[in-house]
């Protein structure tokens, strides 16, 4: 099967510019995430979904990230304005539903420098 | 969920079995054991995970003790390719809640 694909792979901006990440999940996952990953760390999830609906964007920092999953299958996570410690690489994920086993399948992530 | 501890780093030579450690002393009744692993410049791998019994599949082993406080990842004839940052996660399958990640371990795989 096709894995999860992410688009673009690298992006370099300015602070205060902005910039989307896009994500195709595998076909007929009905939950999606969003992870960012700061070098050096563990991803920490910013977003989940369940089809189109928001699960948890408890960790969103919602003044500047915005995320939208249309029609329950593709995905774009928003930043604006964009600030220096952005800089991370945005790894979405799916999974064939919300509970029982949390197997995971990433995409290989978008890396954004903030300069 | 419950919180993990794991060694930062781990060396092992190549063709032997790597063993990972994971603490997991709070682990409910009800919380899996989940090992993911992360290639430099991929995402995130899922490996193995298991509740009680000791699991294996194509990539690995998954020991867990009787009690449940602490586990073992066993990759048993380890390769250059296996190096990565390895993650162990408790998780409960009845939440709606996503994995957490912690920090990992880096283990280097030596020719």
């Known amino acids: 099967e096709a894995g999860v694909a992410q688009s673009p792979r690298y992006k370099i901006i300015e602070k205060r510019q902005s910039v989307a990440f896009w994500c195709n999940p595998i076909s007929g996952h009905a939950t999606l995430y969003w992870y960012q990953q700061i070098l050096g760390q563990g991803p920490k999830l910013l977003i989940q979904?369940?089809?189109?609906?928001?699960?948890?964007d408890s960790q969103l920092p919602k003044d500047r990230f915005s995320a939208e999953r249309l029609k329950g299958v593709d995905s774009t996570l928003k930043i604006q304005p964009a600030k220096l410690e952005d800089s991370a690489v945005y790894l979405c994920a799916s999974s064939l539903s919300i509970t029982g086993a949390n197997v995971l399948t990433f995409g290989a992530g978008s890396r954004l420098t903030v300069l | 969920d419950a919180k993990t501890t794991q060694p930062p780093s781990m060396d092992c030579a190549e063709g032997r079995a790597a063993n990972l450690p994971c603490n997991h002393s709070?682990?409910?009744?009800?919380?899996?054991v989940y090992w993911y692993r992360q290639i430099h410049s991929q995402g995130p791998q899922y490996i193995i995970h298991g509740l009680k019994n000791n699991e294996t599949n194509e990539m690995a082993s998954l020991i867990i003790t009787e009690d449940r406080k602490s586990s073992t990842l066993i990759l048993p004839h380890a390769t250059l390719r296996d190096t990565a940052v390895y993650y162990c996660?408790?998780?409960?399958?009845?939440?709606?809640?996503?994995?957490?990640f912690g920090s990992g371990t880096q283990l280097t795989v030596l020719p």
């Open positions: 979904f369940q089809n189109n609906g928001v699960v948890d």
């Open positions: 996660i408790v998780r409960s399958d009845s939440s709606a809640r996503q994995l957490t």
């Open positions: 709070t682990i409910s009744g009800n919380e899996y």
